[in-house]
């Protein structure tokens, strides 16, 4: 077996001579333990430094005066210099740049004793005296208690990296809790193989890993998605005596379904239904969202019920999931009706900005506005918004509804509002469809105000929504105001309108019988391409005498 010890990727002290190492020796298959002697414990498969330096060593000239010289040390750049300085203090520096030393040999640069300094303040003021007392003391002082303090405070402290370094430098054999240190912290830095190798080595030393060290390495495997790996350390675990916990089968179970095993995991499931190991809803959440992610929802419903069957509550995870599968099979109605469910009812699980995220997404894509409009309310009712996306698909949605339904333009307005309000910038498609109802609605000067707005702004404008406002404002008789969008539009903007704009202008004028300005428009569209209709201004010359007074 390869020893731990032989691809340290962290520098914690420059290398040494390495004694030999004994020849390795293979775990057995079952994971007995072995009794090996402790005075073995120095050699066999991990070859160690003939002069392995410590963590202490590199901490010795801050450790003097405690907190002052940590308090000092932090006070210092990551490169040794003092904020506002150039110099480098080479106690404080405690590291060796790359180059040769006396004997030729490439050096490692040492742990930055700043960055030492950092983790050990973390940590709380007993545990910090304690290991800035140990770090005091001569390497040969210091015992595997000792060393074990100290991975543990670095663990703690979140600096897996050096814990992991000073256990492979460590110039003492180390015990169960050492190993148990090092494997959860591999863990931790997402080191499965390493992890493993640890593990392993650990059971051929002799020692009896507990089911934490046991379930840490199956669920960093799982996560790894190296599920055969993860079920032969399940396998040892069961061999060795050392009963699975719950988590030792939830993490199994998810790494099962993270590879599309649904149908194991599913089946692990089942069995542990009827065994005393009884699964939680996490359990069946992590089997009920695998199902949802290949497109199965209906059996993901079933485990959903059968969950509920057995007098567990879901959370809001396992309503999440059931919420996405409906949603990516096409189902947003479904959707709907079941946060709908969570919304009412005694014991009902509360919806969060996520559920309602999944859901009004999906219904409008779907173009179910009215479904979508009804998610938007009791989002908003419950103390959540709505991102600018969403507002934005909203509004339009709502604004082709006018169309249909005249009192759908108040819930435009407001979520428009909304939009702008919450510094989303609308996309022009928004602004348009705006105007357009605004339009149609009656609300025609809003409607002209939001096309200056646009102009303004330099946001392509759509002929149906100019058209539309031109239409609305010559219906009111107010031509001067249609003809000043237009020259807005062809001027401004440089934008041809189109033929039914001028259309719509020409009728309003003939009927105001303002021949001067009929030709006017007849002859810009002309000079434009566009090809209006020659009855509206034949219509003027007809009644003109009339309207001039002057007698047939």
């Known amino acids: 077996m390869a020893s731990l010890y032989q691809h340290s990727s962290f520098p914690l002290s420059p290398p040494h001579q390495l004694t030999a190492p004994d020849p390795p020796r293979a775990p057995p298959s079952s994971y007995r333990i072995s009794t090996i002697p402790s005075s073995h414990h120095h050699g066999s498969a991990f070859p160690r430094p003939a002069a392995a330096s410590s963590l202490a060593c590199h901490c010795k000239a801050l450790a003097r005066d405690h907190d002052v010289d940590l308090l000092r040390a932090l006070q210092y750049n990551g490169n040794g210099t003092l904020h506002g300085e150039q110099q480098v203090p080479p106690q404080v520096l405690n590291s060796l740049s790359d180059g040769l030393d006396g004997d030729g040999r490439s050096k490692r640069p040492r742990i930055c004793a700043r960055d030492c300094a950092k983790r050990i303040m973390e940590l709380p003021v007993e545990e910090r005296v304690k290991v800035l007392d140990l770090l005091q003391r001569d390497d040969a002082a210091l015992t595997v208690s000792d060393y074990n303090d100290i991975l543990s405070a670095l663990a703690r402290a979140g600096d897996h990296a050096s814990a992991v370094a000073l256990f492979r430098a460590m110039p003492v054999a180390p015990d169960a809790h050492s190993f148990a240190t090092a494997v959860q912290c591999l863990c931790r830095q997402g080191a499965p193989d390493e992890a ?147 919304c009412g009812g005694e014991g009902a699980c509360p919806p969060d900005k996520i559920s309602f995220g999944i859901v009004l997404t999906a219904l409008l894509r779907a173009g179910e506005t009215a479904a979508a409009w009804q998610t938007y309310k009791l989002m908003e009712r419950a103390g959540f918004e709505a991102d600018g996306r969403a507002l934005d698909t909203l509004a339009r949605g709502l604004c082709r509804r006018c169309a249909a339904d005249a009192s759908a333009l108040g819930d435009a307005r407001e979520v428009f509002a909304k939009l702008v309000a919450s510094g989303h910038e609308p996309v022009s498609y928004t602004y348009c469809l705006m105007a357009q109802a605004l339009a149609r609605g009656g609300e025609v000067d809003a409607a002209v105000a939001l096309l200056e707005e646009m102009v303004r702004r330099g946001y392509a404008l759509r002929k149906r929504a100019y058209t539309d406002v031109v239409r609305a404002l010559c219906d009111r008789g107010r031509a001067r105001d249609a003809l000043r969008v237009l020259v807005l539009v062809m001027i401004v903007r440089d934008f ?21 300005d009929a030709m006017a428009v007849y002859a810009a569209a002309v000079k434009r391409g566009v090809a209006v209709s020659w009855k509206y201004l034949s219509k003027v010359k007809e009644e003109e005498p009339v309207r001039l007074g002057v007698p047939q």
């Open 196 to 342: 493993k190798l640890a593990l392993d080595e650990m059971v051929v030393r002799g020692f009896r890993p507990s089911v934490a060290t046991f379930s840490a390495v199956v669920g960093c495997l799982c996560k790894r998605g190296r599920v055969t790996k993860a079920m032969e350390v399940f396998d040892a675990m069961s061999a060795l005596g050392c009963e699975p916990t719950i988590r030792t089968y939830n993490s199994l179970i998810g790494g099962l379904c993270y590879v599309g095993r649904l149908e194991e995991a599913l089946d692990l499931l089942n069995k542990l239904k009827g065994s005393p190991k009884t699964p939680d809803i996490y359990t069946f959440t992590i089997v009920l969202d695998g199902f949802c992610k290949v497109g199965r929802t209906e059996e993901a419903t079933a485990i959903f019920h059968d969950a509920i069957g057995m007098g567990l509550s879901p959370t809001i995870f396992t309503y999440n999931a059931l919420l996405n599968g409906h949603c990516k099979e096409g189902n947003p109605l479904r959707a709907f009706a079941l946060l709908m469910e969570m």
């Open 496 to 516: 041809v309108p189109g033929r039914n704009a001028f259309d719509a202008l020409l009728g309003e004028l003939s009927r105001q019988g303002r021949r001067p």
